[in-house]
Nanobody, 125 residues
Framework: QVQLVESGGGLVQTGGSLRLSCTAS??????????MGWFRQVSGEEREIVAS???????YYTDSAKGRFTISRDNAKNTLYLQMNSLKPEDTAVYYC?????????????????WGQGTQVTVSS
């Protein structure tokens, strides 16, 4: 129903920047009316939310992401972005984008119903 493809991960030094992209496609519903988010997972740990954006553009960030990361979306391109600045080694993880299947959701209560395959971000010290 929904395909999500992440890109933009890689290896960067501490203090560097990366911009992740997630291109979405769906034959079932209009993605512009769905909340979307970025999550990350370290091997052996639970997947955790990083940031999310509601259908109207409201945003939510975890404390670790505030001030360093910016989530945005381009509905015309069905693409979700995560600009990551001032990266730290503890940001190293596989980053996933997700979309909420329910329409008109806000950023704070996203239900991650569909997932991409993930993109690796590695920050060297």
């Amino acid at each position: 129903q929904v395909q999500l493809v992440e890109s933009g991960g890689g290896l960067v030094q501490t203090g560097g920047s990366l911009r992740l992209s997630c291109t979405a496609s769906s034959r079932s519903f209009t993605l512009s009316t769905r909340a979307m988010g970025w999550f990350r997972q370290v091997s052996g740990e639970e997947r955790e939310i990083v940031a999310s954006i509601g259908w109207r553009g409201t945003t939510y960030y975890t404390d670790s992401a505030k001030g360093r990361f910016t989530i945005s979306r381009d509905n015309a391109k069905n693409t979700l972005y995560l600009q990551m600045n001032s990266l730290k080694p503890e940001d190293t993880a596989v980053y996933y984008c997700a979309v909420d299947s329910s329409p008109f959701g806000g950023a704070s209560r996203i239900s991650a119903d569909y997932w991409g395959q993930g993109t690796q971000v590695t920050v060297s010290s």
